[in-house]
């Protein structure tokens, strides 16, 4: 089974300051990769997704991340971040036929300090 | 387009009690699923549906958590008795059918178990 492992459970950052969340999966086949924002009291907003080619994917909010098939990783990064980015980040990986499931990681929650 | 809408929002019960949470998923999209997030955790799947069949529920403990989707639309997550470590947010998402298509989740259900 696939599985995913998010290396940092808390990352505090300052405002205006770059910020990279890592992400780290196990699999010897193909995937999809996903970065989730969940803010509080909400559900999941997705960011971004890299399904194949280009393996630096853009995304919502003036994030990114970037897949990388050796490492087998796919961190997300953002040049500078907003007191409005505060959330929970969720890795996941797509699993099953078709790539129908997804196997979260344990989330890093990101804090802006002002 | 309307987003996965759940109700209730909020529910506190003893334990043993029973509950029922619903979901009525994204116009059109087949696949439906519903995780279990425990405090601090990633959200973990405990079933998927196609349409009104069931693909997994490999994780879903079936002596006490039952699910349907009759009607291949709107579904019901039913736990009974409940017990303390029940105590978690259930997400429903939802998706269209399609290998890598976004899988989009409600604001979820969160269950207090005293």
């Known amino acids: 089974a696939q599985s995913v492992t998010q290396l940092d459970s808390q990352v505090p950052v300052f405002e205006e300051a770059p910020v990279e969340l890592r992400c780290n999966y196990s699999?010897?086949?193909?995937?999809?990769l996903f970065w989730y924002v969940q803010y509080p009291n909400q559900g999941l907003q997705l960011l971004l997704k890299y399904l194949s080619g280009s393996t630096l994917v853009k995304g919502i909010n003036g994030f990114e991340a970037e897949f990388n098939k050796s490492q087998t990783s796919f961190h997300l990064r953002k040049p500078s971040v907003h007191i409005s980015d505060t959330a929970e980040y969720f890795c996941?990986?797509?699993?099953?036929?078709?790539?129908?499931?997804?196997?979260f990681g344990q989330g890093t929650r990101l804090t802006i300090n002002p | 387009e309307a987003g996965v809408a759940q109700s209730p929002r909020y529910k506190i019960i003893e334990k043993r009690q029973s509950v029922a949470f619903w979901c009525n998923p994204i116009?059109?999209?087949?696949?439906l699923y519903w995780y279990q997030q425990i405090l601090g955790q990633g959200p973990k799947l405990l079933i998927q549906f196609q349409n009104n069949g069931v693909v997994d529920d490999s994780q879903l403990p079936k002596d006490r958590f039952s699910a349907e989707r009759l009607k291949g639309v709107d579904s019901t997550l039913k736990i009974q008795p409940a017990k303390l470590e029940d105590s978690a947010v259930y997400l429903c998402a939802s998706r269209r059918q399609g290998a890598g298509n976004t899988i989009y989740f409600g604001e979820g259900s969160w269950l207090t178990v005293v």
């Open positions: 996941a990986v797509s699993e099953g036929e078709g790539a129908q499931k997804l196997v």
């Open positions: 699999s010897s086949v193909s995937v999809y």
């Open positions: 116009s059109g999209h087949a696949t």
